[in-house]
């Protein structure tokens, strides 16, 4: 009898310990098919607040960061950083293209297969997948020619709480333009955010600026040097329809 008793236990305790290895197998599978949930579209990050309004003086811009939209107009490093914890395979970025709006890469080849892209080409796109669709983000090196800038548009210059706005009178150069008012309340060389406000336009109102510097006669202005971190954005696309915002926190509802 006591054999037969230490047979039932060992059978009791032998089926325990299948379901408790089983039960972790299920648990530790559970925890793997989450993980890889979670990974496949990685939750897009705040962007950099403090950054952005040392930068942005447009409270339009301030408003949309603030409501959580990626809009046009602003510098290049917002969308960047809400899209930093992306993977290679999830996105491409900084691809050459022709024009806001084309998807497709510029390159040449030279030689033995050797590939480069124009130093001269001034658009690029950026492409992301999201768990709501595809996102593509243009932007562009500034320049005035590109940037439709003309003559009767008005320059808004923001200098110490104060905006500073002129008729521009002619373009230099695609670097360069001349406004009709000298301005010489602001510094030369001063690092400078500024808007151009265009007077007629098919689609643009209004284009950003983050390093125009005025120079000595107080009303010529050139580009400052910049790097792609503050390239504006000039066009969104999400699902193959252009948008006026991307709104990322609810994407993040879906990746959550």
């Given at each position: ?18 379901v ?12 793997i098919?989450?993980q ?22 447009s ?21 960047n ?14 691809i ?11 390159e040449?080849?030279e ?6 892209v ?43 709480d ?20 000298s ?7 001063t690092?400078?955010y ?63």
């Amino acid at each position: 009898m006591e054999n037969k008793n230490s047979q039932v236990k060992l059978f009791k305790g032998t089926m325990r310990m299948k379901v408790f290895k089983k039960c972790i197998l299920f648990f530790t599978a559970l925890i793997i098919l989450i993980q890889i949930g979670c990974s496949q579209y990685p939750v897009l990050q705040e962007p950099d607040a403090q950054m952005f309004s040392q930068t942005v003086d447009s409270e339009v811009l301030r408003d949309s960061l603030v409501e959580g939209k990626l809009t046009a107009g602003m510098p290049y490093f917002v969308v960047n950083q809400l899209f930093k914890t992306y993977s290679e395979g999830m996105m491409e970025i900084k691809i050459p293209v022709a024009s806001l709006g084309s998807k497709q890469r510029l390159e040449e080849v030279e030689g033995w297969n050797r590939e480069f892209v124009d130093p001269d080409i001034k658009v690029f796109l950026n492409k992301y997948e999201t768990s709501k669709g595809t996102l593509y983000v243009w932007y562009q090196r500034p320049d005035f020619y590109t940037m439709d800038v003309s003559s009767r548009d008005t320059l808004c210059i923001f200098f110490q709480d104060t905006v500073f706005c002129s008729v521009i009178n002619y373009l230099n150069k695609s670097s360069v333009l001349t406004v009709k008012d000298s301005l010489p309340q602001i510094p030369v060389l001063t690092s400078l955010y500024a808007e151009i406000r265009y007077n007629d336009h098919p689609w643009r109102e209004v284009s950003y600026w983050y390093n125009i510097e005025i120079l000595s006669n107080a009303k010529s202005f050139k580009l400052g040097e910049i790097n792609f971190e503050f390239y504006p954005i000039e066009l969104l696309e999400f699902n193959n329809e252009p948008v006026p915002s991307f709104k990322w926190r609810e994407v993040n509802k879906d990746e959550n």
